[in-house]
């Protein structure tokens, strides 16, 4: 048996608000803004509603920083000033229900479609992608504008960013030493394929009030990345307390490691047994029961990200907060029920380029 009884306690943070519960909305890309990056009122819908339902942190989906880093269609934007507008609307919406807010900070890097980047950039060229090597002034310039996107966030009232290093996007594959070929101080050894990272974050602590909320996501797995380095980042992290909280990403929180030297224990277990002071730790992937997520809870974790079950139920914590034995509706579900969950037209069909969830003679 399980205890989920600490699912509903109060997480303090080091800096900014604390969250009312332990679950945090995961991120996600949901092609619903314009297509210059401005907030619409369908994502402004779908974000409330979950702050509304519970959502101890309400995390936006990954936002460009840099128009040569847009990954989607009408993705959100931070990377210019016109957008900040739409983020204060969305940040004063998130806070009315009650939930710390957090904006994701992204650049796709080489993953850019080419519909939207004509020619992606990365650490490195890239015959896989056609994308070519960032010189050293861009890589101080995506650097730079990370930062000011991060002071955008603050401007716009958001209680923090989240730094998105996850999923082979232009932070991991810096840190990959299969993408980056670099041979100047981003290159090479760890230290350096992790310096853009560390001086994102050092710039935005720099940069922001003393009290804004930074927070790291990464996942340690797949795009060459060795769990074992990604490990050290995140111990030296953890160490200095210059994040507040840490978001592994790992698709399934319960799995063990691909690697096979690493199999025998849980990949969340090579996080959780780091020394982490004051910082938070949390994790995603296949959390959907109550159960589920006191299981990660009492491995270690200070609190769940929820992603496919809150898109399914927005108030995921008020129901499982009252009932513990509570289910998400099973896969696939209705347009109509999506539609009455707040999600818009756009997400809808993006949901049906995930296999399984959208279905149209489903049960709901
Ligand atoms: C539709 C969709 C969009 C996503 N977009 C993002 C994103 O913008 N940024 C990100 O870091 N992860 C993104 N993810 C990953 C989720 O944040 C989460 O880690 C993943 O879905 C696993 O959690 P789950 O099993 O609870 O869904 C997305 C996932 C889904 C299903």
Redesign the pocket.
Known sequence: MTNTHSLGEPLSMKRGPALRNRFML?????LQSGDDGRLSDDEYRWLTMRAEGGFGLTMT??AHVQANGQGFPRQLGAGEDMHVAGLARLARGIREFGSVSSL?L?HAGNRAPRDLVPQPVGPSDDAETGARALTLDEVEQLRDDFIAAARRAQAAGFDGVEV?G??GYVIAQFLSPEVNRREDRYGGSLENRARLLFEIIDGIRAECRPDFQVGL?LSPERFGLQLGEIREVAAQLLRQEAIDYLDL?L??AFKEPEEEACQGRSLLSYFTDLPRGAVRLGA?????TASDAARILEAGCDFV???????LCHDFPNRVLRNSDFQPPALPVSEQYLAAEGLGPHYVN??RT?PGFVGDSAPI
């Open positions: 995961a991120p996600m890309t949901n989906c990954a994701q992204h998105h996850a999923h996501r990403s698709w399934n995603a992937g296949k959390i959907s990200l929820i992603g496919r079950a809150a898109i993006y949901l995930w």
